[in-house]
């Protein structure tokens, strides 16, 4: 078993050659790519010839003072010799400056086009813990586009090396060749088997990693220190981060394990190539069938090709490693987008617009539980529909699929009489104004919290701060709209409190509008007044609107128009609040309790 789980990450050469067509793309896509890659192939030219000329130059020196001692042609040699090193140190100098530059622009441009890809991706895949960890790494992989490049281009650089050297030692003697292509060919299948059994360590230590995300951050972050030190939770979060750290820790070992056996391979056979070569030089000097110049050049032209060749190597185990990388990165852009997958009808929604829920049924992925069964509900323009119902009934599932974010298991979702996903996706969630319950203030500027935009109206903004109750709040800042929320950037920035983040949530939604505005849960943490104030902001908000509230609070349906009580995945009961309740059912027994807990 183990083998065929080794295997399956081994490359073929072809494989190799594909993955590394894919990775040169993604960097000639970008701009100044073709220019990076131009400039290191050129670097890589100087760094191959000019130490063959330092390898060859002092034997054709010595040979020259062992033959015909011609002063003009040893100066000539020397002054080469001298000029070598610093012209090339220039160069590559010069060049790396300006491939450093490109490379981190590059790799940029790379990490943008992930963000990009992931947040398009199905909103589904975010609760999936293999989609978080093959994100990391692909992250982590394009940051290291230069490295891997630098492995292609370091590939071409041998093989220059090679072809040159080769003519020279080949001419002195074919065996040399022959005996470090041997060497290097058994030593690269067993650095490959090696890197094919550290790929699959390195998967499973980001896999633990990942996992340790969660305690680190609650050991970290402040927003949740409060808890860990009230509810004395140091040791459950530390014991855990102990544990997956053990286990990571465990992976990683393995990893470097394999590269110390991986060196201590690679010692053994460069000790045994050199022993062979050292052996047969000496024997031909003291067989006077050798000049001790052409005994240098031999021995410095076997170290370049040596050392070359075994380059050679290393990095096409470099690159055929990293290919099992770039694998990951063709996966996770190969990752269909398929809500992104819509229609191009332009949605439209007044007070004659109607959005029907025909049978609708939704399983989350992974779950076998329905989170809604044959769900029907008819929602109308400037209508403002509460939704309520026990934890679990579907509320917030409810408006998951209105916007959107998941596709129905079973049953269609239309407006005005189109299923919604024959409209343009952007257009379509572009309808609505969303105030969740999740989720809060941004670590950004206040202005940046409303606008979530670096430019924005201040008339606007003025006026809807008014509206939304912020004024007080952000007149007091010093520092008024370029207050930073939350301290994690700015030591002088502001917490805000439950009801101060829905006020900024509910400025949110008013800035960017829409035509349907969505409360889940506003005020599920609130105490009774900021509820009230809160209620009375969504009233004003919402007036000549359409509306959709979900909540537990149901002193909150005297601002709707109709109710409809969700259970069990389904609409259990649907009218005004004086229909439902004249029914004695559900709706009724919820309302009584809530009403005799404020009562009492």
Known sequence: MKNRKTSAYSHSIKNTICNVKYMILLIVREKDGK???????????????????????????????????????????????????????????????????????????????????????????????????????VHETMRNLGS????????????????????????????????????????????????????????????????????????????????????????LLIDSWAKIT????????????????????????????????????????????????????????????????????????RISEESMYIDEVKQFFALPH?????????????????IEFCNVSFKYPGSEIYALKNLNLTFHGSERLCIVGNNGAGKTTFIKLLTRLYSPTEGEILLNGVNIYEYDLLKYQNLFAPVFQDGGAFNFTIGENIV??????????????????L??????????????????????????????????KIARAIYHGGDIYLLDEPTSALDPVTEYNIYTQFDKMTSGK??????????????????AVFKDGSVAEYGTHDELYKKNGTYTEMFDKQSKFYRN
Not at 118 to 123: C, E, F, G, T, V
Not at 455 to 469: L, Y
């Open 35 to 137: 220019q990076y890659l131009c400039r290191k192939m050129l670097q890589s030219v100087l760094d191959s010839l000019l130490p063959i000329i330092c390898a060859v130059i002092p034997g054709l020196i010595i040979n020259e003072f062992n033959g015909r001692k011609r002063l003009i042609t040893i100066i000539t040699y020397v002054l080469v010799l001298l000029i070598t090193p610093p012209v090339q140190q220039v160069l590559t100098s010069v060049m790396s400056i300006a491939s450093k530059k490109d490379i981190d622009q590059i790799t940029m441009c790379a990490n943008i086009r992930v963000f990009h890809h992931s947040i398009d991706m199905d909103y589904e895949n975010y609760e999936k813990p293999e989609y978080n960890v093959l994100r990391d790494r």
């Open 148 to 235: 891997n490049t630098d492995h292609i281009i370091g590939m071409f650089s041998s093989l220059i090396s090679l072809i040159a050297i080769a003519s020279i030692i080949s001419a002195l003697n074919f065996w040399f060749i022959f005996i470090i292509c041997i060497i290097v060919f058994v030593n690269s299948l067993i650095t490959k088997r090696i890197d094919a059994k550290k790929f699959v360590y390195d998967k499973e230590r980001s896999k633990w990693n990942n996992y340790n995300w969660v305690y680190r951050n609650s050991l970290v972050y402040n927003w949740n220190m409060k808890d860990v030190r009230l509810f004395n939770m140091n040791k």
């Open 246 to 317: 053990e286990k990571e820790n465990l992976a990683h070992q393995k990893s470097c394990n394999l590269n110390h056996i991986s060196s201590g391979v690679s010692s053994v056979f460069n000790f045994i190539q050199q022993l062979l070569i050292y052996a047969f030089v000496i024997w031909k000097v003291f067989a006077g069938q050798m000049e001790i110049g052409t005994m240098t050049i031999l021995l410095s032209g076997t170290a370049i090709f040596s050392s070359s060749l075994g380059t050679l190597a290393k990095n096409y185990l």
């Open 338 to 354: 398929k809500q992104m997958i819509t229609g191009h009808k332009t949605p439209v929604f007044d007070n004659d617009s109607i």
């Open 452 to 469: 979530l935009t670096s430019e924005w109206n201040d008339e606007k903004v003025q006026k809807i701060v008014r509206e939304s109750g």
């Open 471 to 504: 004024k007080e709040l952000i007149e007091k800042q010093p520092k008024k709209y370029d207050t930073q929320i939350g301290k994690w950037l700015d030591d002088s920035g502001i917490d805000l409190s439950g009801g101060e983040e829905q006020r900024f």
């Open 546 to 563: 359409s509306a959709i509230l979900i909540t537990h609070r149901l002193s909150a349906v005297h601002l709707s128009d109709k109710v």
